[in-house]
């Protein structure tokens, strides 16, 4: 149980253009979903914490214009990389938290590595 | 501010023990978590502390003191597959996860 999915794994785009990340919860409802960032031989550093029905949170230094999270439902959140440039080379990973977490546990998706040329 | 330490790297034969520390300060302690996370693959969850003392999980256990803001990572019977990252993560009073730098962990044969 608890799978978190993500789709694509990889992705290479053009600059400019825009990149549409999806992260599911397979068998258990996601209240909250976090978005990070890891760049190589970096932690983990949090973009946004995304709510269902409700606006993202973003951390400071995080353009939530440039970054579009929707979480539409409880097991679908998406983020968006709007104007990719080759400096949002990077690896990104979601994680879902169950609305009936007794630990908090975030359950992480493999992740989306994203190459912007 | 809030801050997560543990070694930037560490060596250990296979079949041997190694202890990864990590000591933090965070607004507030809502649990301690261990996560492995391979190369190039996202992390996976180890272990979860939120009461002082041992939790053991097979060849892994953790160890956690909240007085002293510490807690460490046991590995036992070390495996080439143990290679990797070892992250230590704190939530905070947010129930925000609050990451260290990850310690890789290099096995020798």
């Known amino acids: 149980g608890a799978v978190v999915s993500q789709h694509p794994s990889r992705v290479i785009c053009k600059s400019g253009t825009s990149v549409k990340i999806e992260c599911r919860s397979l068998d258990f409802q996601a209240t909250t979903m976090f978005w990070y960032r890891q760049f190589p031989k970096q932690s983990l550093m949090l973009m946004a914490t995304s709510n269902e029905g409700s606006k993202a949170t973003y951390e400071q230094g995080v353009e939530k214009d440039k970054f579009l999270i929707n979480h539409a439902s409880l097991t679908l959140s998406t983020l968006t990389v709007t104007s990719a440039h080759p400096e949002d080379s990077s690896f990104y990973i979601c994680?879902?938290?169950?609305?009936?977490?007794?630990?908090?546990?975030?359950?992480f998706g493999p992740g989306t590595r994203l190459t912007v040329l | 501010g809030q801050n997560i330490d543990q070694p930037t790297e560490m060596t250990a034969t296979e079949g041997a023990i190694v202890q990864i520390n990590c000591t933090y300060q965070?607004?507030?302690?809502?649990?301690l978590f261990w996560y492995q996370q391979h190369a190039g693959e996202a992390p996976t969850f180890l272990s979860y502390n939120v009461l002082d003392g041992l939790e053991e999980k097979g060849r892994f256990s953790s160890f956690l003191s909240r007085s002293k803001g510490y807690s460490y990572l046991l590995l036992k019977e070390l495996q080439m597959k143990d290679s990797a990252s070892y992250l230590c993560a704190v939530m905070d009073s947010n129930y925000q996860l609050i990451w260290g730098a990850g310690t890789k962990l290099i096995i020798k044969p």
């Open positions: 965070t607004s507030g302690f809502n649990g």
């Open positions: 994680s879902a938290r169950a609305t009936t977490s007794e630990n908090n546990e975030q359950f």
